[in-house]
């Protein structure tokens, strides 16, 4: 799969208190704070700092997330391995994300295992639409499976674009999960790119002007 998979990130939420004493273990921070600076490092390409926070996870879901920004921009296989079982994933959002990190696994796979990975991939993210099909997380990895896959495994450029032009929608209504919304509009525009579409290129130029992140103006700028 593309390292376009590299693609998202920014906002913030209130921050847990530190650690008052010595003797006392940092707070562990919410999803909400933990997946917006993820994506905030993510959007400046500060791998470092992804790092620190991926050795700092304090739950599946977050160490999933972590996972899912990092092997994109990273390419490290190490992001891949040892991957949880499905009954470890409670949500809609974590069997998503867990979809997402079986699917980078078919790109880098010998030819006899991605089938077997493929459909693993599948089956987390029917279980994850079956819970919450409205979830940003799994609209946006069941795009991204859209767009990748070969039409002949099920991929569909505009099946994907639908989940793309969805989730702009439903970006409101979660502020703080970690998906910014100039994530979903380049996803959106890369899809009608993809297409052909007129209005790929006027979306584009918006999308400069507003002076995204280096990693989204880079992509914007070359797309592959």
């Not at 998202?8 to 006392?24: E, G, I, K, Q, V």
């Not at 867990?98 to 078919?106: D, M």
Request: hydrophobic content about 45%.
């Amino acid at each position: 799969m593309p390292t376009l998979l590299v693609l998202l990130l920014t906002m913030l939420s209130p921050t847990p208190a530190a650690c008052c004493a010595d003797d006392r273990a940092p707070a562990v921070l919410s999803f909400a704070t933990y997946s917006d600076s993820l994506a905030t490092f993510y959007g400046s390409r500060d791998v470092s700092a992804m790092k620190r926070l991926y050795q700092d996870a304090a739950t599946v879901e977050q160490r999933l997330l972590a996972r899912y920004r990092l092997f994109p921009i990273t390419q490290d296989d190490v992001y891949l391995d040892d991957l949880p079982d499905a009954d470890e994933a409670a949500s809609a959002r974590e069997l998503a994300l867990l979809s997402a990190l079986w699917a980078y696994r078919v790109a880098n796979a010998p030819p006899w295992k991605i089938p077997g990975y493929g459909r693993r991939s599948e089956a987390l993210l029917d279980r994850a639409k079956a819970l919450d099909d409205d979830d940003p997380y799994v609209l946006l990895v069941d795009g991204q499976a859209l767009l990748y896959k070969p039409s002949i495994f099920g991929g569909d450029v505009n099946a994907a674009l639908g989940q793309f032009t969805h989730l702009r929608r439903v970006l409101p209504q979660h502020p703080h999960t970690g998906i910014p919304r100039v994530e979903a509009d380049v996803w959106a525009w890369y899809a009608m790119h993809k297409l052909g579409h007129d209005a790929a290129d006027s979306l584009r130029i918006q999308l400069l002007a507003q002076r995204p992140p280096v990693l989204f103006r880079q992509f914007l700028t070359d797309p592959p």
